[in-house]
C-alpha cells in the first residue's frame, strides 16, 4: 500500500522504514529534512511538504500522523481537512486524548473525510519488534488498512497461545498484535489506559528496587543488613519468575550499563496519559489507588529524587527514548 506518514521521530521514522522493509511504499514528510533524508536511505519515499504529498498519494489517500499529541496534532488535521477528498483517512498513531478523537471525526464527517486513531505500543524498539496496536474507527475503513496494521505488528512470534483461544469466534488480529477495540476514540481511549497500567507497573518495580538498595542503610542493626546486587537481581527475575516483563527486561539493561544510574536524575515526567486514566476513572467512579499513586509520585520526583526514581527515568529511556530534560 501507498501511505504518507508525517512525523518521523523516533516512532515515526521507524513505522515508516518497517512499512517499506516490508514491502510497502510509505511516503513520509517531517519538518527535519534530515529525518526525511534518513528514511528515504532506508528505502521509503520522501515528500517535500505536506501538499506534495497529498499531491502524490493515490485517491483513496491514508494519512499517518505521528506527531505530539495537542496542537501539533491539531493543526496538522485542521490542514489536511482542507487538502483531503471524500474517501480519504486521516490516521493519528500518537497519544491524542480520545475525546479529541471524537470531536476531529465528527468535523471531518460532513466533508466525507475519514478518521481512525491508532493507540500505538512498540517505542523506539518497533521497527525491530513490531507494534502493539489499538485502533478505533468505522470498520470498513479499518478493514481497509489492515495490511499497514499487519505489517506493523508483532506477528505470532514465538508467544504460545493463550489457552481457549483456538475456538471459534476469536479475532486473530488481536494475536498478531493488533486489535479493532472500536469506534472511533476507542483505540486511544484503550491506550491511554494502558499506559495507565504501565505507569503503576513502573512504579511498582521502582519501589521495590528502592527497598532492596536499602537493605544495606547505615541505620539498620548490622546483622540485618543486606548489600544486596541489584544487577543480578534484576537478571534472575527476568528468567522464569512471576514478575518478569519487558519493562524489567529494561531495568535489567540499565542496571547492567551502570549499577547507580548515576546519569539519571530522577526528575520523572508525565505525558499525559496517566491523567487522563485518572480522569476517566473519576468520570467512571473506578478506584484507581495504584494508577494515581503513581502519578502522583512523579510529581513528587521533581523536588526530590530516590534510586527508585532514577529507575523509572532509565526505564522511560529503554523503551521510549525519552531523554530528561535538564533542571
Avoid at 511516503?27 to 505536506?50: H, K, Y
Avoid at 475519514?114 to 518497533?126: F, P
Avoid at 526528575?267 to 495504584?290: C, F, H, L, Q
Amino acid at each position: 500500500m501507498q501511505i504518507g506518514i508525517i512525523g518521523l521521530g523516533r516512532m515515526g521514522g521507524n513505522i515508516a522504514r518497517r512499512l517499506a522493509h516490508g514491502g510497502h511504499a510509505p511516503l513520509g514528510f517531517d519538518r527535519n529534512a534530515d529525518a526525511v533524508a534518513a528514511i528515504v536511505a532506508d528505502g521509503a519515499f520522501g515528500a517535500s511538504s505536506i501538499e506534495d504529498m497529498i499531491a502524490r498519494l493515490p485517491r483513496p489517500r491514508a494519512v499517518w500522523l505521528m506527531l505530539p499529541a495537542g496542537d501539533p496534532t491539531e493543526q496538522t488535521v485542521e490542514m489536511l481537512a482542507g487538502l483531503m477528498e471524500s474517501g480519504d483517512v486521516i490516521i493519528d498513531g500518537g497519544n491524542s486524548f480520545y475525546k479529541d478523537d471524537l470531536r476531529r471525526a465528527a468535523a471531518l464527517q460532513p466533508r466525507g473525510i475519514h478518521y481512525v486513531d491508532v493507540g500505538t505500543s512498540g517505542g523506539i524498539w518497533g521497527f525491530e519488534r513490531g507494534y502493539c496496536m489499538m485502533i478505533g474507527g468505522e470498520a470498513d475503513v479499518v478493514a481497509r488498512l489492515d495490511p499497514i496494521f499487519d505489517t506493523l505488528a508483532p506477528g505470532l512470534g514465538t508467544i504460545p497461545r493463550t489457552l481457549g483461544r483456538d475456538k471459534p469466534g476469536y479475532d486473530s488480529r488481536a494475536e498478531r498484535g493488533y486489535v479493532h477495540a472500536g469506534p472511533t476514540g476507542a483505540g486511544h481511549f484503550v491506550k491511554m489506559v494502558h499506559n495507565g497500567i504501565e505507569y503503576g507497573l513502573m512504579a511498582a518495580y521502582a519501589e521495590g528496587f528502592d527497598i532492596l538498595r536499602g537493605k544495606a542503610a547505615a541505620h539498620l542493626p548490622e546483622a540485618e543488613r543486606f548489600d544486596l546486587n541489584l544487577t543480578d537481581i534484576a537478571e534472575v527475575w527476568r528468567r522464569g519468575s512471576v514478575i518478569s516483563s519487558w519493562l524489567l527486561d529494561l531495568a535489567a539493561i540499565a542496571l547492567a550499563g551502570n549499577p547507580e544510574l548515576s546519569q539519571y536524575s530522577g526528575k520523572v515526567n508525565d505525558s499525559g496519559e496517566g491523567r487522563w486514566t485518572i480522569d476517566a476513572a473519576m468520570e467512571e467512579a473506578v478506584p484507581a489507588y495504584v494508577i494515581s499513586a503513581a502519578l502522583f509520585e512523579r510529581f513528587r520526583s521533581r523536588s526530590d529524587n530516590t534510586f527508585g526514581e532514577r529507575l523509572l527515568s532509565a526505564m522511560r529511556g529503554g523503551f521510549g527514548g525519552h531523554v530528561e530534560i535538564p533542571q
